[in-house]
């Protein structure tokens, strides 16, 4: 029987144990007021779907009777079970948790329930079926339905507008308490995400997206929770501090991005070079450089030669130092495979490029001073840079992207049998009829 028709069981019985298709995670810190209520009613809801399932209470440094309480469910039910850590964290549960689970879909869920649980099942069917890596609650779709005051209406679309114009990244909710990821792709990302609080949320979404993987929208119906014990200011601080820490390791090329995406098998080595936004404002940032260094250069040179001369040394030396720094850090390539083709391809560049300045040059009456020249050089040079742009995207670090959802990059647990047939859409009702372990046949 395959994970698309297996009707969820309990994880324990008569000795006997399975490993679940999803593992949901419920990180807590001094929850015993609701932590039972949440549990049942998830795990009522978890009956209903078609996919075997645990339970996991990740208690961070709780100081109240939470972890009393979650050690009596776990011992009530087969499929919870609870897990302790001695220090506070959101990121740091999720990350001690999926690191070590054995579960294919690893979902997450915050303990007030806010996100309505009728969004479960096409939050995770996605990454069961394979077309998909991560998948994210979203309040802020156009078809969410979400209930909450101003102050945090205008905190959460403020921070998701700064990441989309200072990280350029493309999901609309980086904060919902709703979100689920392959084990495969948690695997290969979580080494990279450094932060163990609030922070951590944004910072795997963004390093999944850099890295070619696809992401899953689900538009939410939302309550806000007014017991809600957040510090607000605290957490925009430090989320802006990991804005300004991600920006810049990005920018330098410092996260394997290219690697992870060949790892998965989900793109070719050379997509994993981020979204075009990203690539223009790092390759306009470096061509600013690029400029401003050929005219310090063109002029000093112009002390000692001609401008026909001067204007090659000094093009020659960018275009060599534009060439590496693009490939670095617009195109995210590292290590030396491909460098010299790269570079010789980026000469073919500069050579077009001198053509143009030259013929620039050419066209200057004669005797013109050395600003008319520069001038005129840096105008032209622009023109040259929006070229150099388009052939370094379409030519020397062209894209080739390779997503083929096949049956090597679905786990084993979610192909189906080969007796049977490819299970259609999935009944939200889940499968009727069917007995449970420990439970009489669903009515």
């Not at 969820?8 to 144990?17: D, E, F, R």
């Not at 999901?171 to 979100?179: E, L, N, V, Y």
Request: one cysteine or more; glycine letters at 8%; aromatic letters at 6%.
């Amino acid at each position: 029987m395959s994970a698309l028709e297996e009707p969820a069981v309990a994880l324990a019985t008569a000795g006997h144990q399975t490993t679940p298709v999803l593992d949901v995670v419920i990180p807590v810190h001094n929850e015993e007021v609701q932590l039972a209520a949440t549990v049942n009613r998830l795990r009522d809801h978890l009956l209903a779907m078609p996919w075997s399932f645990r339970i996991t209470i990740a208690d961070n440094a709780s100081t109240d009777s939470t972890s009393a309480i979650g050690r009596r469910l776990s011992h009530t039910y087969p499929d919870v079970r609870l897990q302790h850590l001695a220090e506070k964290g959101r990121g740091r549960a999720l990350r001690h948790v999926w690191s070590k689970s054995d579960s294919d879909v690893l979902v997450y869920m915050d303990v007030d329930l806010s996100t309505d649980l009728g969004a479960l099942l096409p939050l995770v069917a996605p990454l069961i079926s394979g077309h998909s890596d991560l998948a994210i609650g979203s309040r802020l779709a156009g078809s969410a339905r979400v209930e909450r005051g101003f102050q945090r209406e205008f905190i959460s679309r403020s921070y998701n507008l700064i990441l989309r114009q200072s990280l350029r990244v493309g999901f609309s909710d980086a904060q919902c308490g709703f979100k689920a990821i392959r084990r495969d792709a948690a695997r290969e990302l979580l080494p990279l995400v450094k932060d163990q609080e609030w922070f951590f949320d944004t910072e795997l979404l963004t390093v999944a997206e850099r890295a070619g993987l696809r992401i899953h929208e689900v538009p939410v119906d939302w309550i806000d929770d007014p017991d809600s014990r957040v510090d607000i200011v605290r957490t925009a601080i430090n989320d802006l501090k990991g804005v300004l820490r991600l920006g810049t390791s990005l920018a330098r090329g410092q996260l394997p991005l290219r690697e992870v995406a060949v790892s998965l098998g989900r793109t070719s080595d050379d997509a994993a070079i981020g979204r075009l936004g990203s690539q223009v404002a790092i390759f306009l940032l470096i061509g600013v450089l690029s400029t401003l260094a050929y005219a310090a250069l063109f002029l000093g040179l112009r002390q000692v030669t001609d401008a026909l001369p001067a204007n090659l040394l000094a093009l020659l030396v960018t275009a060599v130092a534009n060439t590496a720094a693009n490939r670095r850090f617009s195109f995210g390539v590292r290590g030396v495979a491909g460098a010299l083709r790269q570079h010789v391809q980026g000469l073919v560049v500069f050579a077009i490029g001198l053509g143009a300045t030259s013929g620039a040059i050419l066209l200057l009456p004669h005797g013109s001073p050395p600003a008319a020249e520069v001038a005129v050089l840096t105008v032209t040079n622009l023109a040259v840079t929006v070229m150099r742009f388009v052939a370094m995207r379409f030519w020397m670090f062209r894209q080739r992207v390779i997503r083929q959802v096949s049956t090597r990059s679905v786990p084993a647990s979610f192909r189906p049998a080969r007796s049977r047939a490819v299970p259609g859409p999935v009944d939200p009702a889940g499968p009727r009829g069917r007995s449970r372990a420990g439970r009489a046949p669903s009515r």
